[in-house]
């Protein structure tokens, strides 16, 4: 049986929670690995058009909550900006390459795919073993501006005051 399409939108800049669990058991996502997760969070939130709102990264699991911009209201000249400013100014891209590249930068499944991507690459290396990190396809919800977003981005950041981890 298919799996079911993710729901996206693209017609407008449009909010979404995401949310990703390890498939190791207990809590793999050490402090240390916290900041190195965060940092391609980072990474890859200067490439792709996506303006993070509000993260949390747990032991076992992390939250996102990301706009994401739709392709119309991206320049090309914007792609190729970001492109050189993430591979290096040598790195060519031309206009109709960039074109393409848009509906990439554009994609929440592709931005997150390179997050999770890279961290089970610097994981994997680090305890020199194989395999898979993440469990499964990561969730993610439409979320609607005002009142639930705000009540998503207080949800998000007292995740590890309800969790025991702070006070």
């Known amino acids: 049986m298919p799996r079911i399409a993710r729901f996206v939108r693209s ?11 390890t498939a190791l058991p207990g809590l793999p996502i050490k ?11 980072k990474q890859f939130g200067q490439l792709y058009f996506v303006d993070i709102l509000g993260f949390c990264i747990m032991g076992n ?12 209201e991206v320049s090309t000249e914007e792609v190729i900006r970001r492109w050189k400013k993430h591979y290096g100014d040598d790195a060519w891209i031309s ?3 960039a074109e393409e590249a848009k509906k990439r930068l ?3 499944a592709a931005y997150v ?5 890279g961290f089970t690459f610097y994981y994997n290396k680090k305890y020199r073993r194989q395999g898979f990190f993440w ?3 990561f969730k993610s919800l439409i979320v609607e501006d005002g009142k639930p977003l705000v009540n998503l981005l207080a949800y ?9 981890i702070v006070k």
């Open 11 to 21: 017609d407008k800049p449009t909010v979404y929670h995401v949310i990703s669990r």
């Open 31 to 41: 402090d240390a690995y916290k900041e190195y997760l965060l940092g391609l969070i």
């Open 61 to 72: 699991h992390f939250h996102l909550v990301a706009r994401m911009h739709p392709r119309e």
């Open 95 to 97: 206009e109709e390459q």
């Open 106 to 108: 554009c994609s929440l």
């Open 113 to 117: 795919k390179d997050i999770k991507q």
């Open 135 to 137: 469990g499964g396809r």
């Open 156 to 164: 998000v950041d007292l995740n590890p005051i309800r969790a025991g």
